[in-house]
């Protein structure tokens, strides 16, 4: 039987509309305190800053702020983004709405420093773009009789997901890593990952047979299930489920916002109208369904629009090719093939600044301890007060949150500058200070408990300490899901004089 696509795109288009949804939903409330007038990293001041150096430009930096990077600009990206992606989800010119969610989202991209330097970030810039040639181009999706399909753009996409899926496995061979090696970085994952989640303290209790074989799995789906991907119509199937499921498991026990979702998504191209028909007839009539599949009548031999689209994918493609052949040279270290990475590298320098073509692979070195930081505030440098965060890990008795689809970028980076032996390596982190000894009232928002709310302290301190989950035994004594050990001053006590 044939295999037709309509009823996947559908689904995946929907799919990518959520995403974005939940993240520039995630983005609204923190955009400010983060970004804005009073913000940890005032995005105006810092591209006026850019500006009058001559350092960074649109081409550089494509960005909509460089126009304008007030806090309602600031607000007013987010709220559109969030607009735009139901405009795609209720199937509104979802082609070019994706195109506008992915230059937005750029935008913030672009110029949003430390806070928007995940992976997960320029994951879903690459595969936002490739949806907007998947996508059909029409004002109305549910008009009856569905546009045709690009074949190449479905196979860029499976490719994105190869890459993902290939580039994290390799990632943690080269790295020469022991845990990876000896098969034994689940047992240290659940506990050392920047967000822990409740389910996330009893896969640690596990045992370690349980943990190498895990870790073993792991490997499997990541170097085998890519490549049944070009298998045929029932090696995608168990592709599907090999890297699905590895997704699923993931995103149960910790909280990676939506990249497990979107990757799941890309998951569903692997999928065709044979397979999706019978479980989206559960949930949609059949006049709808319809609506979805191709018309009977002669399609017309194709306008200027659709040969449009045909030449910039076809362009777009070529790149990618430049672009993954560049990549391969710089993680395989040979001179040859570095030499041949020079000669890529004026189309490399051309595509860069759209972060439309990446190399991926989380946690290639696995973090084996969890050393978390600590903020106090004074107002006599001799009685000290904690900053509580939302979500960061602190109190001993706090369970693991579930976080996810929501990513709290300032909890995250903590998790980072946590890695460092101090603040000397993490620049961000005094203008974080400096904020609350200025009592921003955009920065203490995104924290769960300012201990001084009528006005700043005088004194900013922060500690350094050594994180352990508790085992069963310690916490049917104690209660607590946490212990902790200090490590010395992370900062030592500053102020603003």
């Given at each position: 039987?044939?295999?037709?696509?309509?009823?996947?795109?559908?689904?995946?288009?929907?799919?990518?509309?959520?995403?974005?949804?939940?993240?520039?939903?995630?983005?609204?409330?923190?955009?400010?305190?983060?970004?804005?007038?009073?913000?940890?990293?005032?995005?105006?001041?810092?591209?006026?800053?850019?500006?009058?150096?001559?350092?960074e430009?649109?081409?550089?930096s494509?960005?909509?702020?460089?126009?304008?990077?007030?806090?309602?600009?600031?607000?007013?990206?987010?709220?559109?983004?969030?607009?735009?992606?139901?405009?795609?989800?209720?199937?509104?010119?979802?082609?070019?709405?994706?195109?506008?969610l992915?230059?937005?989202y750029?935008?913030?991209?672009?110029?949003?420093?430390?806070?928007?330097?995940?992976?997960?970030?320029?994951?879903?810039?690459?595969?936002?773009?490739?949806?907007?040639?998947?996508?059909?181009?029409?004002?109305l999706?549910?008009?009856?009789?569905?546009?045709?399909?690009?074949?190449?753009?479905l196979?860029?996409?499976?490719?994105?997901?190869?890459?993902?899926?290939?580039?994290?496995?390799?990632?943690?061979?080269?790295?020469?890593?022991?845990?990876?090696?000896?098969?034994?970085?689940?047992?240290?994952?659940?506990?050392?990952?920047?967000i822990?989640?409740?389910?996330?303290?009893?896969?640690?209790?596990?045992?370690?047979?349980?943990?190498?074989?895990?870790?073993?799995?792991?490997?499997?789906?990541?170097?085998?299930?890519?490549?049944?991907?070009?298998?045929?119509?029932?090696?995608?199937?168990?592709?599907?489920?090999?890297?699905?499921?590895?997704?699923?498991?993931?995103?149960?026990?910790?909280n990676?916002?939506?990249?497990?979702?979107?990757?799941?998504?890309?998951?569903?191209?692997?999928?065709?109208?044979?397979?999706?028909?019978?479980?989206?007839?559960?949930?949609?009539?059949?006049?709808?369904?319809?609506?979805?599949?191709?018309?009977?009548?002669?399609?017309?031999?194709?306008?200027?629009?659709?040969?449009?689209?045909?030449?910039?994918?076809?362009?777009?493609?070529?790149?990618?090719?430049?672009?993954?052949?560049?990549?391969?040279?710089?993680?395989?270290?040979?001179?040859?093939?570095?030499?041949?990475?020079?000669?890529?590298?004026?189309?490399?320098?051309?595509?860069?600044?759209?972060?439309?073509?990446n190399?991926?692979?989380?946690?290639?070195?696995?973090?084996?301890?969890?050393?978390?930081?600590?903020?106090?505030?004074?107002?006599?440098?001799?009685?000290w007060?904690?900053?509580?965060?939302?979500?960061?890990?602190?109190?001993?008795?706090?369970?693991?949150?579930?976080?996810?689809?929501?990513?709290?970028?300032?909890?995250?980076?903590?998790?980072?500058?946590?890695?460092?032996?101090?603040?000397?390596?993490?620049?961000?982190?005094?203008?974080?200070?400096?904020?609350?000894?200025?009592?921003?009232?955009?920065?203490?928002?995104?924290?769960?408990?300012?201990?001084?709310p009528?006005?700043?302290?005088?004194?900013?301190?922060a500690?350094?300490?050594?994180?352990?989950?508790?085992?069963?035994?310690?916490?049917?004594?104690?209660?607590?899901?946490?212990?902790r050990?200090?490590?010395?001053?992370?900062?030592?006590?500053?102020?603003?004089?």
């Open positions: 039987m044939k295999s037709t696509y309509y009823l996947t795109r559908w689904l995946f288009v929907r799919w990518i509309g959520v995403v974005y949804l939940l993240a520039f939903g995630s983005l609204l409330p923190q955009i400010t305190g983060l970004y804005g007038h009073e913000g940890i990293l005032p995005l105006q001041a810092a591209l006026t800053s850019l500006r009058a150096n001559g350092s430009s649109f081409l550089s494509p960005s909509i702020f460089w126009l304008n990077a007030t806090d309602p600009m600031l607000v007013g990206v987010c709220l559109t983004g969030c607009l735009l992606a139901l405009f795609v989800i209720f199937g509104l010119f979802p082609a070019g709405c994706l195109f506008i992915w230059f937005l750029l935008s913030i991209t672009s110029v949003g420093f430390v806070f928007m330097s995940f992976q997960w970030d320029i994951f879903l810039l690459e595969v936002g773009l490739l949806a907007v040639f998947f996508a059909p181009w029409r004002f999706e549910w008009r009856a009789g569905s546009p045709e399909i690009s074949r190449l753009a196979w860029l996409l499976r490719l994105v997901l190869f890459k993902l899926m290939f580039l994290s496995g390799v990632v943690k061979i080269l790295s020469g890593d022991e845990t990876w090696r000896n098969l034994t970085a689940l047992h240290f994952h659940y506990m050392t990952q920047p822990p989640n409740p389910l996330s303290w009893y896969f640690d209790q596990l045992p370690m047979w349980f943990q190498r074989v895990s870790t073993a799995l792991m490997f499997v789906v990541e170097f085998a299930c890519p490549f049944l991907i070009f298998a045929g119509r029932w090696g995608r199937l168990m592709a599907f489920f090999g890297m699905a499921g590895l997704e699923l498991l993931i995103m149960v026990t910790g990676y916002n939506f990249f497990n979702f979107l990757s799941i998504g890309l998951c569903v191209l692997l999928l065709d109208d044979n397979i999706l028909e019978p479980l989206l007839k559960r949930v949609l009539p059949e006049k709808c369904l319809a609506r979805l599949r191709p018309s009977e009548e002669p399609r017309p031999a194709g306008s200027v629009s659709i040969w449009t689209q045909r030449i910039l994918l076809g362009a777009w493609s070529s790149a990618i090719v430049v672009m993954s052949l560049f990549i391969m040279t710089r993680m395989v270290q040979s001179v040859t093939l570095q030499s041949f990475g020079r000669f890529l590298f004026p189309v490399v320098r051309a595509v860069a600044p759209l972060n439309s073509i190399s991926y692979g989380l946690f290639s070195v696995m973090t084996t301890t969890r050393p978390e930081i600590v903020i106090e505030g004074s107002a006599d440098g001799l009685n007060k904690e900053y509580k965060f939302k979500y960061k890990i602190q109190a001993l008795d706090q369970m693991p949150p579930q976080v996810a689809p929501h990513q709290p970028r300032l909890d995250w980076q903590m998790w980072f500058a946590a890695l460092a032996p101090n603040c000397r390596r993490t620049p961000w982190f005094m203008a974080f200070v400096q904020s609350l000894l200025k009592g921003s009232k955009a920065v203490t928002a995104l924290l769960a408990e300012n201990p001084f009528d006005h700043p302290p005088r004194y900013i301190r500690l350094r300490y050594d994180y352990q989950f508790t085992n069963f035994e310690e916490k049917k004594v104690s209660g607590n899901w946490w212990k050990s200090p490590q010395g001053f992370y900062c030592p006590a500053v102020s603003l004089n």
